[in-house]
């Protein structure tokens, strides 16, 4: 049975549309894979930056102790001038909350 021209041009829709399709899958797998490149990177990115803010906090955190121990020294070998800086810095935020 000969095909009709309505049969051909279904047939080539189709065959056309599974052309796209296909095409159309390809590059979502592409972009699948590139997404999660992108997000392994991303990922990679994360955990450095982790620990580099965990590095950075036991360095604050080191440096803050070393001056409060040279704090804790000075006031105990000058009881008195602590006493009159703590006086004097009070004294400021006293005037300067009732401006």
Wanted: glycine fraction near 6%.
């Amino acid at each position: 049975m000969p095909e009709t021209g309505a049969n051909k041009s279904a047939a080539s829709a189709a065959a056309e549309l599974g052309s796209k399709s296909t095409r159309a899958a390809a590059e979502l797998d592409t972009a699948m894979n590139e997404a999660k490149a992108a997000r392994h990177d991303l990922e990679a990115d994360l955990r450095a930056l982790r620990e580099d803010v965990a590095r950075l906090g036991e360095t604050m955190a080191s440096l803050a102790q070393a001056r409060a121990n040279a704090l804790d020294e000075a006031v105990h070998r000058n009881p008195w001038s602590a006493v009159v800086a703590a006086l004097c810095i009070g004294f400021c935020f006293g005037v300067r909350a009732r401006l």
